[in-house]
């Protein structure tokens, strides 16, 4: 296969994938006020992220050390190993109020105060 023939399948699989992320972006953005919505479209792009990781990628790592040292160089230059970030419960309670809170929990602070 030649450097061109590869070039081009490159660039064809690169539009394929920004026109799918595209696509993704803009059902995010209609769904942009419903957490329930995008929570599921984290969750999917989370699965898809795992699925890719744990077969075709493990599957396509390199058998000798020079070819591995290709690829852990292209990871350090090109900003490292991708990473879905996971929020935790207690980011998402600190932009709850007080009233929020109680709504959540009206027996808590009942019981807390007697």
Same mark, same amino acid.
């Given at each position: 296969?030649?450097?061109?023939? #590869?070039?081009?399948?490159? $660039?064809?699989?690169?539009?394929?994938?920004?026109?799918?992320?595209?696509?993704?972006?803009?059902? !995010? #953005?209609?769904?942009?006020? %419903?957490? &329930?919505? *995008?929570?599921?479209?984290?969750?999917?792009?989370? @699965?898809?992220? /795992?699925?890719?990781? %744990?077969?075709?990628?493990?599957?396509?790592?390199? @058998?000798?050390?020079? !070819?591995?040292?290709?690829?852990?160089? %292209? &990871?350090? !230059?090109? $900003?490292?190993?991708?990473?879905?970030?996971? !929020?935790?419960?207690?980011?998402?309670?600190? #932009?709850?109020? /007080?009233? %929020?809170?109680?709504?959540? *929990?009206?027996?808590?602070?009942? #019981?807390?105060? /007697?």
């Amino acid at each position: 296969m030649t450097n061109n023939h #590869q070039s081009s399948e490159i $660039g064809s699989m690169e539009s394929v994938i920004e026109k799918s992320l595209e696509t993704l972006w803009s059902s !995010a #953005q209609e769904s942009q006020h %419903d957490p &329930i919505k *995008l929570l599921g479209i984290l969750r999917r792009l989370e @699965g898809l992220h /795992q699925e890719i990781r %744990d077969t075709l990628f493990q599957e396509s790592l390199p @058998g000798n050390r020079q !070819a591995l040292y290709v690829l852990l160089k %292209d &990871i350090e !230059a090109n $900003g490292g190993w991708p990473y879905i970030y996971r !929020a935790k419960l207690s980011e998402l309670l600190r #932009q709850l109020t /007080q009233d %929020d809170l109680d709504k959540l *929990l009206p027996n808590e602070r009942s #019981q807390s105060s /007697q």
